[in-house]
């Protein structure tokens, strides 16, 4: 098994995401331009001192995210994935505390302080939750790993093969090949949300996308590895 959990290093060849300087948030980073986007570049996301370790992290907080409103302010990366493995470390600093992390722009794996269902911590949106007792709780590090095989279509641009993650929490595995099913949310919440409400998949790569909803959840030590993975196993 590879080394999951908070403090993971990137891989040799992987790229590193965000490293907690303004710098890498800008050279890697943009607004998402969907249909509700009200923030302009240069991104708003503050650079904050890690309130744990040495070193400094970014906050989701933008303003224009004020009251929840998802889709305003939201950051993706500016290159854009099929497969890969993720690592991202995520701290919230206040009861509720809501984001979420994209996969290629589309599937949402949520983070919810306080909640337990399938829309709740860790969950694979609307569809499959997670043990809420991996949770390390407020003010303190999270660590999702995540393994990822984007959706599959045949020679005629179908849908052939769902997409399907592995991901571990802080170490622990809580999701184990499972078939994203749709994507959740409508045109606000990402790529292809508005096409058959949310069945209609295409086969564009996406950006990994983190969302501002007004809340103090910071993320650092963000970084991905590109894959290629012929076969529907994502398991590691």
Same mark, same amino acid.
């Given at each position: 098994?590879?080394?999951?959990?908070?403090?993971?290093?990137?891989?040799?060849?992987?790229?590193?995401?965000f490293n907690g300087k303004k710098r890498s948030l800008n050279k890697n980073w943009t607004y998402w331009e969907g249909?509700?986007?009200?923030?302009?570049?240069?991104?708003?996301?503050?650079?904050?001192? =890690?309130?744990?370790?040495? %070193?400094? #992290?970014?906050?989701? $907080?933008?303003? +224009? *995210?004020?009251?929840?409103? @998802?889709?305003?302010?939201?950051?993706?990366?500016?290159?854009?994935?099929?497969?890969?493995?993720?690592?991202?470390?995520?701290?919230?600093?206040?009861?509720?505390g809501n984001s979420g992390v994209y996969l290629q722009n589309r599937y949402e794996i949520?983070?919810?302080?306080? =909640?337990?269902?399938?829309? %709740?911590? #860790?969950?694979?949106? $609307?569809?499959? +939750? *997670?043990?809420?007792?991996? @949770?390390?709780?407020?003010?303190?590090?999270?660590?999702?790993?995540?393994?990822?095989?984007?959706?599959?279509?045949?020679?005629?641009?179908?849908?052939?093969?769902?997409?399907?993650?592995?991901?571990?929490?802080?170490?622990?595995?809580?999701?184990?090949?499972?078939?994203?099913?749709?994507?959740? %949310?409508?045109?606000?919440?990402?790529?292809?949300?508005?096409?058959?409400?949310?069945?209609?998949?295409?086969?564009?790569?996406?950006?990994?996308?983190?969302?501002?909803?007004?809340?103090?959840?910071?993320?650092?030590?963000?970084?991905?590895?590109?894959?290629?993975?012929?076969?529907?196993?994502?398991?590691?």
């Amino acid at each position: 098994m590879a080394q999951v959990g908070v403090g993971t290093e990137a891989p040799k060849g992987a790229d590193q995401l965000f490293n907690g300087k303004k710098r890498s948030l800008n050279k890697n980073w943009t607004y998402w331009e969907g249909p509700r986007i009200a923030a302009e570049l240069p991104i708003k996301w503050e650079i904050v001192e =890690d309130p744990i370790d040495k %070193g400094q #992290a970014v906050s989701a $907080n933008d303003p +224009a *995210a004020a009251g929840g409103k @998802y889709g305003a302010a939201d950051i993706v990366t500016k290159k854009k994935y099929t497969d890969f493995r993720l690592h991202i470390e995520f701290l919230i600093k206040n009861e509720g505390g809501n984001s979420g992390v994209y996969l290629q722009n589309r599937y949402e794996i949520q983070i919810l302080d306080g =909640d337990s269902t399938t829309h %709740g911590m #860790a969950a694979i949106i $609307n569809e499959k +939750a *997670a043990p809420y007792v991996v @949770y390390n709780g407020l003010g303190k590090w999270n660590a999702y790993d995540i393994k990822f095989r984007a959706a599959r279509f045949d020679e005629n641009g179908k849908l052939s093969e769902k997409a399907m993650t592995t991901i571990y929490f802080n170490g622990k595995k809580i999701h184990e090949n499972v078939s994203i099913q749709k994507v959740w %949310g409508g045109p606000n919440s990402g790529l292809d949300g508005g096409r058959d409400g949310g069945e209609g998949i295409t086969n564009r790569p996406g950006g990994i996308k983190l969302q501002a909803e007004g809340h103090e959840v910071l993320f650092r030590n963000i970084w991905i590895e590109r894959l290629k993975l012929e076969k529907p196993n994502t398991d590691f």
